[in-house]
């Protein structure tokens, strides 16, 4: 299946290639001397011939877009090598005996190498008729190819062209697996058009194969900034999986995609897509899923996977980014991440307070980041206080006391947070006591305009216990 222009360039190739085999036959004819060469070049050259008639019926026949990078880069090879051809066979149809002479001892060695060019040539196009020959599906050996280009030419025309999603998938695979090997190889990938089949690939895939394609667009990618549009366009694609139409399968798919991408791809984490896209996406899937039935238990442990893989590509995305954090903060994340720790218990609670944690961690060493932030007026930041103080105050879990004080965002306004913290400095946990000794450090410290009455009231309450 060709374009208009595609098919008028590839005529256009295939007529210039039948006026040098035609001139070749005529020179050979009028050949008079080394007439025995002439007429090998003359069989040789008829044999190409006849291929590339055959590859253009199959180029015709085609019910799929082909990948013609292959067929053009040949065929200038191949009509390279008639040029040649021409020239040598012209030089023999001399008519002058002594020039016939002098031919015959110039021209032999050329005909000696003009013969192993015609054998690369027509060796060329019987790896090209595999290649496009429709009953093969577009599966073509790669074994005893000692050129990655040919190689590469043979996965891509497989991951664009081949009728089964397996052969595809597979095609893929070893894509990825020579983008891994040296960075030679992804610009050979790159410039030999291997990134949007992966690119159609990945939309039209199960959700089971959508990590190894995934993983071979980001080994393409790495190390590329020119090459961002790789990044956005394979995200908005994953993203896009994580909207609430898709099946609940592909959305935890998805958000466990991103999260893979994200921890092997650190580089990757604050590209636009996943930035102004993605995070919105993974907050909402941290919504309820109001249109579930109550009653049905599988709709409840799919949606709690569900909002537990958002909740751990959250994790990994806000970790020492606070673009990242700043984006999670205008989808009105802290709000869900407040309920989360309020209703939820386990995995999902314990990796909504590491978020916490580690965006408090972040607004202890930045500013401005802080001020914009977590401003006591903020309804969202006074909900995420709040819980982080029943849990200092209410949970017995350890661990989960740890990350709650160590999420020190209370300013110096949350004087009821103290009661909970002195409570924590006769905990039995050396590791509670120490990080409760901390936050309350923030409290007493000198930059906080009402330290004294702070330190009064710390005074107070360790007295009543």
Known sequence: MLRSDEKNRIKEVFYDLSCLERRICLASSAAKSLEVECSEVRKRVKIV???????????????????????????????????????????????????????????????HTLFHRLDASISD??????????????????????????????????????????????AADCLGLLASEKDEYKEIIFEEGGVPPLQKLLKETTSGSLPLVANALCLLAYGNKTREFIVNEMISTIVDRLA????????????????????????LKECDSIREHGIWRLVTSLSPCRWQSEDDPSAKLQELQLKTSCSKALLILVRGSCRNCMALRETKGMLCLAKLVET?????????????????????????FRHSWFKSTSPAANAVVEQLR?????????????????????????????SGLVTQLANADPQVATEAAIALHKFVCQENFVSFEHSKSIIKLRGQF
């Open 125 to 170: 196009l019987e790896w090209l008729l595999t290649l496009y020959d429709p009953p093969n599906g577009a599966t073509c050996p790669m074994s005893g190819r000692k050129s990655v280009k040919l190689a590469v030419w043979c996965c891509i025309a497989t991951a664009q062209m081949g009728r089964k999603l397996e052969d595809r998938l597979h």
């Open 390 to 418: 029943r849990v200092i105050e209410e949970v017995d879990d350890t661990k989960l006391k740890i990350l709650a004080i160590k999420a020190r965002i209370f300013s110096a306004k949350h004087s009821w947070v103290i």
């Open 244 to 267: 609430t139409r898709s099946p609940m399968t592909d959305r935890i798919q998805a958000a466990d995609l991103v999260a893979s991408i994200a921890e092997h791809n650190p580089e």
């Open 344 to 368: 939820e218990q386990g995995e999902l609670q314990y990796n909504c307070l590491m978020i916490i944690q580690e965006m408090t961690s972040l607004a202890e060493s930045d500013i401005c």
């Open 49 to 111: 011939s006849k291929m590339i008639e055959t590859l253009l019926c199959f180029i015709d026949s085609a019910q799929v877009p082909l990948y013609l990078r292959p067929i053009y880069c040949i065929f200038s090879d191949v009509r390279e090598t008639l040029k040649g051809a021409l020239d040598i066979v012209s030089n023999c149809g001399t008519k002058t005996l002594l020039n016939r002479i002098f031919t015959a001892c110039s021209n032999l060695n050329q005909f």
